[in-house]
Protein backbone atom coordinates (compact mmCIF):
# COMPACT_ATOMS: atom_id res chain seq x y z
CA UNK A 1 0.00 0.00 0.00
CA UNK A 2 2.93 2.47 0.68
CA UNK A 3 3.92 2.11 -2.78
CA UNK A 4 0.66 3.29 -4.14
CA UNK A 5 0.22 6.37 -1.56
CA UNK A 6 3.75 7.67 -2.31
CA UNK A 7 2.90 6.97 -6.19
CA UNK A 8 -0.58 8.86 -5.96
CA UNK A 9 1.19 11.52 -4.17
CA UNK A 10 3.79 12.06 -6.99
CA UNK A 11 1.13 12.04 -9.53
CA UNK A 12 -0.57 14.88 -7.13
CA UNK A 13 2.30 16.80 -6.88
CA UNK A 14 2.97 16.47 -10.87
CA UNK A 15 -0.62 17.95 -12.11
CA UNK A 16 -0.17 20.50 -9.61
CA UNK A 17 2.96 21.57 -10.45
CA UNK A 18 2.61 21.37 -14.26
CA UNK A 19 -0.79 23.89 -13.64
CA UNK A 20 1.26 25.76 -11.69
CA UNK A 21 3.34 26.04 -14.95
CA UNK A 22 0.92 26.59 -17.15
CA UNK A 23 -0.64 29.27 -14.85
CA UNK A 24 3.41 31.05 -15.09
CA UNK A 25 3.18 30.08 -18.78
CA UNK A 26 0.18 32.26 -19.42
CA UNK A 27 2.27 35.76 -18.40
CA UNK A 28 4.47 35.10 -20.54
CA UNK A 29 4.07 37.03 -24.36
CA UNK A 30 3.83 35.45 -27.31
CA UNK A 31 6.01 36.80 -30.38
CA UNK A 32 3.59 34.74 -32.61
CA UNK A 33 -0.09 33.91 -31.78
CA UNK A 34 -0.77 30.63 -30.82
CA UNK A 35 2.85 29.86 -30.15
CA UNK A 36 3.39 28.93 -26.19
CA UNK A 37 6.69 27.16 -24.57
CA UNK A 38 4.46 24.50 -23.10
CA UNK A 39 6.23 24.78 -19.72
CA UNK A 40 3.99 22.25 -18.21
CA UNK A 41 5.44 19.81 -20.82
CA UNK A 42 8.32 19.84 -18.85
CA UNK A 43 6.76 17.61 -16.28
CA UNK A 44 5.74 15.16 -19.04
CA UNK A 45 8.71 14.66 -20.16
CA UNK A 46 9.97 14.20 -16.93
CA UNK A 47 7.26 11.43 -16.29
CA UNK A 48 7.78 9.65 -19.42
CA UNK A 49 11.25 8.98 -18.37
CA UNK A 50 11.20 8.28 -14.60
CA UNK A 51 7.45 6.79 -14.53
CA UNK A 52 6.15 5.80 -17.84
CA UNK A 53 3.51 6.12 -21.11
CA UNK A 54 0.82 5.58 -18.34
CA UNK A 55 1.49 8.08 -15.51
CA UNK A 56 3.08 10.66 -18.27
CA UNK A 57 -0.35 10.44 -20.49
CA UNK A 58 -2.93 9.84 -16.91
CA UNK A 59 -0.89 13.91 -15.25
CA UNK A 60 -1.17 14.86 -19.17
CA UNK A 61 -4.64 14.85 -19.00
CA UNK A 62 -6.08 15.78 -15.90
CA UNK A 63 -3.67 19.08 -16.10
CA UNK A 64 -5.54 19.48 -18.87
CA UNK A 65 -8.83 19.03 -18.17
CA UNK A 66 -8.49 21.08 -14.99
CA UNK A 67 -6.59 23.72 -16.53
CA UNK A 68 -9.69 24.28 -19.13
CA UNK A 69 -12.20 24.00 -16.49
CA UNK A 70 -10.32 26.75 -14.52
CA UNK A 71 -8.41 28.95 -17.03
CA UNK A 72 -10.00 28.41 -19.98
CA UNK A 73 -13.09 26.87 -22.08
CA UNK A 74 -14.85 23.95 -23.73
CA UNK A 75 -12.60 24.57 -26.96
CA UNK A 76 -9.30 25.69 -25.47
CA UNK A 77 -10.03 21.66 -23.35
CA UNK A 78 -10.79 20.31 -27.06
CA UNK A 79 -7.32 21.38 -28.78
CA UNK A 80 -5.05 20.81 -25.68
CA UNK A 81 -6.80 17.37 -25.64
CA UNK A 82 -5.92 17.27 -29.26
CA UNK A 83 -2.37 18.38 -28.73
CA UNK A 84 -1.59 16.34 -25.46
CA UNK A 85 -2.97 12.85 -27.21
CA UNK A 86 -0.71 13.27 -30.41
CA UNK A 87 2.14 14.86 -28.77
CA UNK A 88 2.51 12.14 -26.25
CA UNK A 89 1.60 8.97 -28.86
CA UNK A 90 4.75 10.52 -30.56
CA UNK A 91 6.99 10.87 -27.91
CA UNK A 92 6.03 7.43 -26.32
CA UNK A 93 7.07 6.07 -29.89
CA UNK A 94 10.18 7.45 -30.33
CA UNK A 95 11.30 6.92 -26.80
CA UNK A 96 11.19 2.99 -27.70
CA UNK A 97 13.39 3.35 -30.50
CA UNK A 98 16.29 4.88 -28.28
CA UNK A 99 17.38 6.59 -31.51
CA UNK A 100 16.54 10.09 -30.32
CA UNK A 101 17.98 12.49 -27.14
CA UNK A 102 14.97 13.50 -24.90
CA UNK A 103 15.41 16.52 -26.72
CA UNK A 104 15.04 15.23 -29.91
CA UNK A 105 11.78 13.36 -28.11
CA UNK A 106 10.75 16.65 -27.26
CA UNK A 107 10.99 18.18 -30.15
CA UNK A 108 8.96 16.24 -31.29
CA UNK A 109 5.96 16.02 -29.15
CA UNK A 110 6.00 19.78 -29.27
CA UNK A 111 5.74 19.77 -33.74
CA UNK A 112 2.61 16.80 -33.27
CA UNK A 113 0.81 19.02 -30.69
CA UNK A 114 1.01 22.08 -32.99
CA UNK A 115 -0.02 19.92 -36.07
CA UNK A 116 -2.82 18.01 -34.05
CA UNK A 117 -4.09 21.63 -32.77
CA UNK A 118 -4.09 23.10 -36.30
CA UNK A 119 -5.97 19.94 -37.29
CA UNK A 120 -8.72 20.35 -35.18
CA UNK A 121 -9.09 23.80 -36.10
CA UNK A 122 -9.14 22.84 -39.80
CA UNK A 123 -11.74 20.24 -38.98
CA UNK A 124 -13.62 23.01 -36.62
CA UNK A 125 -13.65 25.69 -38.77
CA UNK A 126 -14.07 24.04 -42.06
CA UNK A 127 -11.10 25.89 -43.65
CA UNK A 128 -8.33 24.52 -45.21
CA UNK A 129 -6.45 27.51 -45.50
CA UNK A 130 -5.78 27.54 -42.04
CA UNK A 131 -2.88 24.77 -42.52
CA UNK A 132 -0.95 27.87 -43.97
CA UNK A 133 -0.02 28.31 -40.68
CA UNK A 134 1.90 25.06 -40.48
CA UNK A 135 5.23 26.46 -41.13
CA UNK A 136 5.66 28.57 -38.27
CA UNK A 137 4.01 26.34 -36.15
CA UNK A 138 6.50 23.54 -36.81
CA UNK A 139 9.24 26.13 -36.25
CA UNK A 140 7.36 27.42 -32.54
CA UNK A 141 7.09 23.64 -31.55
CA UNK A 142 10.45 22.87 -32.94
CA UNK A 143 11.97 26.25 -30.45
CA UNK A 144 9.57 25.35 -27.49
CA UNK A 145 10.18 21.06 -28.10
CA UNK A 146 14.46 22.17 -27.67
CA UNK A 147 13.33 24.82 -24.28
CA UNK A 148 11.34 21.42 -22.74
CA UNK A 149 13.36 19.06 -23.98
CA UNK A 150 16.49 20.56 -22.29
CA UNK A 151 14.48 21.64 -19.17
CA UNK A 152 13.06 18.24 -18.87
CA UNK A 153 16.51 16.56 -19.41
CA UNK A 154 17.93 18.76 -16.46
CA UNK A 155 15.12 17.67 -14.32
CA UNK A 156 15.43 14.25 -14.67
CA UNK A 157 19.48 14.46 -14.44
CA UNK A 158 18.61 16.22 -10.74
CA UNK A 159 15.40 14.61 -9.48
Given at each position: ???K???????G???A???????????????????????????????L????????G???????????????????????????????????????????????V?I??????????L?V??????????A???????L????????V????A??????
Amino acid sequence: MRVKTRSVALMGVCVAFAMILSYVESFIPSPVYGVKIGLPNIVTVYLLYKCGAARAGAVSVVRVILTALLFGSVMSLIYSLAGAFLSLSVMVILKKTNLFSKVGVSIAGGVSHNIAQLAVAVAITGVGAVAYYLPTLVLGGVVAGIVVGIAGATVIKRV
